[in-house]
């Protein structure tokens, strides 16, 4: 009863803008975490209110942007004062099949990085946080505008599981596990990523130089990893360490390429600790 009073009260697109504890105090159901559309990209996840808070720009993996992860991490952010948008990049795909990391555009991704920065309930911080092949991505698409000198840069880069250089297009209607009769190699002629409508300064084995970038990046990976080896976060620490003082590492002994639930929690204090200290006043 109560809230169908709020809904006719009050207009959909101010519900998220009311003061939660106004409400609590008039004795109201008030959601803690709501969802704001992003124009022209999609949907985020952040703290009712109106702000402004910090963002964090999710990017997802091989399992795709439409697996529910992604989201799954950002309620995770948003739950601790983040507007947190999980950025859907591979090419097709649906909730059955994860679609196609080839000939990404890392464009829109800068794009959508600027989008958030604008987007009116933020405070104008926001962070980048990749998870395997998004940690790829994250990675490189920061070195990449680092290169160029932008002003849009990230004001903080977080990457797990992440590899060091630029691996080969992934589509998972042709992935097979290993020993399965259908299982075929990467062909290295198919690219990830395309950049100002290019791919040819990034073919695979190409090192991402994330040392262009010198704000603070937090680096984290299992060091049982079996999808993508922890000597490739080692070599990245190896590399930065010399050059970036704002610069984390954090290996979580025993664990594969997805945390369990105890290192799992360890690793969301290290990584919200990390975006609490540089993207929150």
């Known amino acids: 009863m109560a809230g169908d009073i709020v809904s006719a009260c009050l207009p959909v697109e101010r519900l998220t803008a009311v003061c939660p504890r106004c409400l609590l105090e008039k004795g109201f159901t008030v959601l803690s975490i709501v969802r704001r559309l992003l124009p022209e990209f999609g949907t985020t996840y952040g703290p009712a209110g109106e702000g402004p808070f910090p963002a964090v720009l999710l990017l997802h993996g091989s399992e795709g942007g439409l697996s529910g992860w992604s989201h799954r991490n950002a309620v995770i952010l948003a739950a601790h004062g983040y507007i947190a948008y999980p950025h859907a990049y591979s090419r097709g795909g649906n909730a059955w099949n994860a679609g196609a990391i080839q000939d990404v555009p890392l464009d829109r991704t800068v794009e959508a990085l600027a989008a958030l920065r604008n987007f009116e309930f933020c405070s104008g911080k926001v962070g980048l946080y990749g998870i395997s092949r998004g940690g790829e991505h994250a990675l490189l698409v920061t070195s990449l505008m680092a290169s160029e000198g932008g002003s849009n840069l990230p004001d903080a880069v977080a990457a797990h599981s992440a590899a060091d250089v630029v691996c080969g297009a992934f589509d998972a209607r042709k992935w097979r596990d290993a020993g399965d009769p259908g299982w075929q190699a990467w062909d290295p002629g198919e690219r990830a990523w395309q950049w100002r409508g290019s791919s040819e300064s990034l073919k695979p084995t190409t090192p991402i130089e994330i040392e262009r970038y010198n704000g603070p990046v937090f680096l984290s990976h299992g ?36 945390c369990r639930s105890d290192a799992e929690n360890v690793h969301h204090e290290k990584l919200i600790g990390f975006f609490d200290r540089h993207l929150k006043p």
């Open 223 to 258: 060091t049982r990893d079996r999808v993508w080896s922890v000597e490739m976060t080692r070599r990245l620490e190896e590399r930065l360490r010399p050059v970036n003082p704002l610069l984390e590492t954090h290996y979580y002994e025993g664990e594969d390429h997805t």
